[in-house]
């Protein structure tokens, strides 16, 4: 109860606003100057209202926050501790000064996906926190897939590339769902990442491409595995001045695998 309560106090300090003061010296001169210069629009008016109230946190917040998260997890006070990392996260510290795995750990020991996807959905609705969903998506799908769970990786995935979503992939997380899927036998969404990949414009490394290539032989596709891996040598060697044009081939074979797959 102590720990519901404090995270209670924490949530009123770092969401209260802290107002800028200003001083304004009276002069008759000032004061015509106040009157004759031209009023703000409002989008100056609505700048300069956001940087005045913008909401800071300090120090001794992030401190208390630490302390706090891993009492609420163990009490099993997930929404409280959920609330308190998106309170916190809105004020948009450095992620590496929050201690988010063990929420990131009671997340995904949980049977459903209720709370790591509100924290995401309310991160996705505010434009400055969006830096931070890539990470915590990968922390996610990588502990999903420690508890071998490799539904709700793809689940996470699919909402990662959905239309119109601010997430952008990386090599990390690509190369988490690739290697996950792969140790699951889920060679098919190995390919679909790869798809995401390549369509985001990045070449697969090599440890990338030896799962796949090893998933494709286990699933006794030998002559997709040789085919997508000599046309991904062309996409990674970029001397030979045909990247462009390697992009392209990969991405038609890999849609021609795909639907043949599904078929």
Not at 7 to 22: D, E, G, R
Not at 46 to 52: D, E, R
Not at 154 to 164: A, D, I, S
């Amino acid at each position: 109860m102590k720990s519901v309560q404090k995270a209670q106090q924490i949530f009123s300090l770092v969401s209260k606003p802290t107002i800028t003061q200003l001083s304004i010296p009276f002069s008759s001169s000032s004061t015509f100057d106040s009157i004759t210069s031209p009023k703000p629009t409002q989008t100056q008016t609505q700048t300069q209202t956001q940087t005045q109230t913008q909401t800071q946190i300090t120090q001794e917040d992030l401190i208390n926050i630490n302390l706090l998260l891993p009492r609420l997890c163990l009490s099993d006070h997930l929404d409280t501790a959920t609330h308190l990392t998106v309170t916190a996260l809105l004020t948009n510290p450095p992620l590496q000064s929050l201690s988010l795995s063990i929420l990131i750990h009671s997340f995904t020991s949980r049977p459903d996906m209720a709370r790591p996807m509100s924290l995401l959905t309310r991160l996705r609705h505010n434009p400055p926190s969006h830096s931070y969903l890539t990470p915590i998506t990968t922390m996610l799908i990588a502990s999903y897939f420690r508890r071998k769970r490799p539904r709700e990786a793809l689940k996470l995935f699919n909402w990662m590339v959905r239309p119109g979503s601010p997430v952008v992939l990386d090599e990390r997380v690509c190369g988490v769902l690739v290697c996950g899927f792969c140790r699951n036998g889920m060679v098919l969404e190995a390919l679909n990442v790869l798809r995401a990949m390549l369509g985001a414009n990045m070449v697969p490394g090599c440890g990338l491409r030896k799962w796949i290539y090893r998933g494709l032989l286990r699933e006794a596709r030998i002559r997709e595995a040789l085919e997508l891996n000599e046309a991904l040598d062309c996409v990674g060697d970029s001397e030979k001045g045909c990247v462009s044009e390697g992009f392209r081939k990969v991405l038609a074979l890999l849609d021609h695998m795909i639907d043949s797959w599904t078929e």
